[in-house]
């Protein structure tokens, strides 16, 4: 079993930034993705980033964040991190950190464990 807890979440003005923290607990959890997805209401979740476990050397960006957001994972910790820089409005969402799949994936059914979300507003 893994659980996620997200935190980080804000409030913040166009161009502004914010870093998520994804807390994973059990002990599966090294050996799957963890993901960011992100979602608006009467939208699909809508993958953002994810970063695979030990020695996988997978570190994926969506490429509507590359070049402002950045991802990485603590192993020995087990906490992932999206750090969100010149936030647009566009980038407001609930963001859902996700595992419990070896490989990345665009399709939230592949993934079995989810967090609860944390809240990103962005202000023009």
């Known amino acids: 079993q893994v659980q996620l807890v997200e935190s980080g979440g804000g409030s913040v003005h166009a161009g502004g930034s914010l870093t998520l923290s994804c807390a994973a607990s059990?002990?599966?959890?090294?050996?799957?993705?963890i993901s960011w997805f992100r979602q608006v209401p009467g939208q699909e979740r809508k993958l953002v980033a994810a970063?695979?476990?030990?020695?996988?050397?997978?570190?994926y960006l969506s490429d509507f964040v590359k070049g402002r957001f950045n991802a990485s994972r603590d192993n020995a910790r087990n906490m992932m991190f999206l750090q969100m820089n010149n936030l647009k409005p566009e980038d407001t969402a609930v963001y859902y950190c996700?595992?419990?799949?070896?490989?990345?994936?665009?399709?939230?059914?592949?993934?079995?464990?989810w967090g609860q979300g944390t809240q990103v507003t962005v202000s023009s």
């Open positions: 970063v695979g476990g030990i020695r996988s050397g997978i570190n």
């Open positions: 996700a595992s419990g799949t070896p490989t990345p994936s665009s399709n939230p059914r592949h993934y079995v464990y």
């Open positions: 059990g002990r599966a959890v090294s050996h799957y993705v």
